[in-house]
């Protein structure tokens, strides 16, 4: 499928450009980037969502008073895209910076709401990141929208008890997965060593990515949709052939039903993100110490790779008078060790960057403290992160998903889930 570029409202990703008809955003190469009196304030106001972000940027205000930064707290996800897309339509009222998450940065380039860091300081953070991670702030080209922050590597959280108890190895491909879920199955018909979750897109998403779909691209001027393709294919026919079979479970997570699974050690396994600790010890918190965390079963063992399940960075707007002071904040508190350090204390985040997750990550998070190296374990996995382009209308791909997939996941047949993908 190709679906053009339409002028004062997309961009030409491929030149890595953003078009200029209409638009009068700053970025960080305009003369207005930033003050030319290095002693003269700078008020910028960041809309972000994460828990305690004011207290880590307390930290920055204390060390340069001439660039003030202002938290102002906003409803995650969706609700904040609308709210800087109103703003950036009326000409006034967006902030300097903002919380994005990486799927939705195609939608905010599209609508000329980021501006293009590549000329600031920003640009030099590359090598902090992971190449899947960075491609998701860059879309593949040479400018740069944002600073990655957050990210959410997938591993494969399991009860080690259980496996013990059944005399089971950790998968360590699809094919072993699928067989360590019959016996989970077979020794207790109540038990499933994993669920399809129809009301979870993020969640395929990261399934299709780690084993190479990238769902949109770049044709010359236009968008490209690959939703369709082998890999994602492939993804679907194998989780629809374990549905069919029976072997795991086809109801969606999160649900009173799942947390009790969780709990009674009827869901055995958690296919998930770097984020799972918390989820784990708020829903199952008296099975702490049972699980154990392990890289994703691959689909070739000899070419290691995952997907990526949530995370977000750090953006300047394009309505933003200093964007200079912007990006050289947003570099400070994404890659400097004490921001670094602060993000993970006071927000609880997985960080983006290499070295700033091996210094403040040291200790296994209390609900695993029977695995000492769950952070080498969860490390290793946001190295092999593969890369993946999303598309400016993530949103319409992602409510095909919900609508098709919990459909298929009702009809129980691998074909249903082949065929929501043609849907999609």
């Given at each position: ?77 969706d609700p904040a895209v609308t ?306 382009t999303y598309g400016p209308n993530v949103n319409v791909a ?27």
């Amino acid at each position: 499928m190709r679906k053009s570029f339409r002028a004062g409202a997309v961009v030409m990703l491929a030149a890595a450009a953003m078009l200029t008809a209409g638009c009068s955003g700053n970025s960080g190469t305009d003369s207005g980037g930033s003050a030319s009196d290095p002693n003269q304030k700078v008020e910028l106001t960041y809309w972000a969502w994460a828990p305690n972000l004011d207290k880590v940027v307390e930290v920055w205000n204390e060390k340069n008073p001439n660039i003030h930064v202002t938290v102002n707290k906003q409803d995650g996800g969706d609700p904040a895209v609308t709210k800087l897309l109103t703003a950036v339509k009326a000409g006034s009222g967006a902030p300097d910076l903002i919380q994005a998450e990486y799927q939705k940065i195609p939608t905010l380039v599209a609508a000329d709401a980021l501006a293009d860091l590549s000329g600031t300081e920003a640009n030099e953070t590359k090598g902090h990141f992971p190449e899947g991670v960075w491609d998701s702030v860059t879309l593949g080209g040479d400018a740069l929208y944002a600073i990655p922050q957050d990210t959410g590597p997938m591993v494969f959280y399991y009860r080690a008890d259980i496996f013990e108890k059944l005399g089971l190895s950790v998968p360590t491909t699809w094919d072993e997965y699928a067989q360590a879920a019959k016996a989970v199955h077979a020794a207790d018909p109540k038990a499933y060593l994993g669920t399809f979750s129809s009301n979870d897109a993020g969640w395929f998403t990261g399934m299709a990515q780690q084993a190479g779909a990238s769902w949109w691209g770049v044709d010359g001027d236009a968008w490209n949709v690959n939703i369709d393709q082998d890999p994602t294919q492939k993804v679907a026919e194998y989780w629809g052939g374990l549905v069919e079979e029976g072997t795991i479970d086809n109801k969606p997570m999160y649900t009173p039903e799942w947390n009790t699974a969780l709990n009674t050690g009827k869901q055995v396994g958690w296919l998930s993100a770097a984020w799972g600790p918390g989820v784990l010890s708020g829903n199952a918190g008296a099975t702490a110490g049972k699980w154990k965390v392990a890289p994703m079963p691959q689909w070739d063992a000899s070419k290691p790779s995952t997907g990526n399940w949530g995370g977000s960075s750090t953006a300047v707007t394009t309505q933003s008078k200093n964007a200079d002071a912007a990006a050289k904040f947003a570099t400070w508190l994404n890659t400097d060790p004490e921001a670094v350090q602060a993000l993970v204390k006071e927000t609880g985040i997985y960080p983006a960057d290499n070295e700033g997750a091996k210094s403040a990550l040291t200790a296994a998070p209390e609900f695993f403290s029977n695995q000492p190296d769950f952070y080498d374990v969860v490390g290793g996995a946001a190295q092999n992160v593969g890369s993946f382009t999303y598309g400016p209308n993530v949103n319409v791909a992602f409510n095909a998903y919900n609508d098709e997939f919990a459909k298929a996941a009702q009809a129980k047949k691998k074909s249903a889930f082949q065929e929501a993908v043609k849907s999609m």
